[in-house]
């Protein structure tokens, strides 16, 4: 590493909150699904800002399109209309199949977003406010008090008590313990479709065909969270597309904007006519023209590069690679994942072998102690696999010889 990049890393200690455990690297520039330190140093990624630049870097046509935006106007406020919240707003109702639309700027506010819309649908049918939430144990939703109080994992929690009450936990893909968890205050039931930070878990069929058919019998509002598996990751622009099953509520981000901040929430009609009115919920940057007209130029470039078809072929081929890689090491117990939001599970943390694929040139991310989290952009091609998976080998290798 060089003095000069040092020096910057020195002054960032100095001046930012201790919040991020960084790796010693500042990144420069990116290009295609490459990354540039500072020194120019080269490195493949397969993080993507945690699930964000699914374009890739350098874009043209996106970068353009930013940029024409920015010459126009960048902010006016929710007080007026503007066209690039109103074009993005349709294109999210194409791909999606939803009906009603609330812009944010992050992910973890579309959940609280979203928390609000479930409370003020059951305010309204019976005028009382102690309405109850299921959420799943291992779930991650965000940092903010309410996307942290519906996060199944009390170490995230326990230093920030008391969080808004009524909020129960479930297991995933069990469905008995949901039922369990059903009473008559329950207003919703939110769970990842696949969970991410939680150690990449899919939602089952089965278990999604369950809890919606309770929720539409007991009148309780099915919310999924696609901040990070949606957008096509999986393979289809939202996961539960997969099955066809509709959620009442649904959250969106990262790459929603593929680098520019900007996350939704959305609903079906019935929901939006019964729930959020005028003056219920709001926000001074959210759906404001740059954040969409990034969106409106991601969905464009989604269906002119045929990014889906993409991910299921680049998404089949990750998983026979890391499944080959599972069965070659002793330490790596299971993959899990779909399309390209992928993790190989290990026998002890991972954060070792994680460091010396970062000193090769790979960037990779965990998901828990044990876990890496593979959700590189979804325009990688074979080659780029085929060289992650050369460059993990070696530091497995490695890790595995200094063990012994």
């Not at 002119?304 to 002793?330: H, N, P, T, W």
Request: proline residues 2%; negative net charge; hydrophobic residues 40%.
């Amino acid at each position: 590493m060089s003095t000069t990049m040092q020096a910057y890393i020195d002054e960032a200690e100095k001046v930012l909150l201790h919040t991020y455990n960084r790796y010693q690297v500042v990144f420069e520039k990116g290009d295609g699904v490459y990354l540039y330190d500072m020194d120019g140093r080269k490195y493949l990624d397969f993080v993507s800002g945690i699930a964000v630049f699914a374009l890739g870097y350098q874009n043209r046509e996106y970068n353009d399109a930013l940029k024409e935006q920015i010459d126009k106007i960048i902010h006016t406020s929710n007080y007026y209309y503007n066209l690039p919240a109103i074009e993005a707003a349709k294109k999210l109702k194409e791909i999606s199949g939803m009906d009603r639309v609330f812009f944010t700027n992050s992910g973890a506010e579309a959940i609280e977003g979203a928390i609000k819309t479930a409370r003020k649908y059951a305010y309204l049918k019976d005028g009382t406010t102690d309405h109850e939430i299921i959420a799943m144990n291992h779930s991650f939703h965000g940092r903010t008090m309410g996307a942290l109080s519906v996060t199944g994992n009390p170490h995230y929690r326990e230093a920030f008590e008391p969080m808004i009450g009524n909020i129960r936990f479930a297991d995933l893909n069990d469905y008995e313990s949901v039922v369990s968890q059903v009473t008559d205050k329950t207003c919703a039931i939110l769970f990842e479709t696949v969970q991410g930070e939680g150690g990449i878990y899919p939602a089952t069929e089965e278990f999604m065909r369950k809890v919606r058919a309770l929720c539409d019998e007991r009148d309780i509002l099915l919310i999924l969270d696609e901040i990070q598996c949606g957008m096509g990751r999986t393979g289809t622009m939202y996961a539960w597309q997969r099955f066809g099953i509709k959620p009442d509520v649904m959250t969106t981000a990262k790459a929603l904007g593929c680098g520019v901040p900007v996350g939704a929430f959305l609903m079906t009609e019935k929901v939006g006519a019964h729930s959020l009115a005028a003056g219920d919920h709001g926000t001074t940057y959210g759906g404001n023209p740059l954040a969409c007209a990034a969106i409106c130029k991601v969905i464009e470039l989604f269906e002119k590069q045929d990014i889906l078809a993409s991910v299921e072929r680049m998404g089949a081929y990750l998983g026979r690679c890391l499944d080959e890689l599972s069965a070659e090491f002793a330490c790596i117990k299971e993959r899990r994942g779909v399309g390209l939001l992928q993790g190989l599970v290990f026998d002890r943390p991972v954060g070792d072998i994680i460091k010396r694929a970062m000193d090769k040139g790979l960037v990779l991310i965990n998901a828990g102690t044990d876990i890496i989290r593979f959700v590189p952009p979804l325009v990688i091609e074979g080659q780029h696999v085929d060289e992650m998976i050369a460059v993990l080998r070696m530091c497995i290798r490695e890790a595995e010889g200094e063990q012994k």
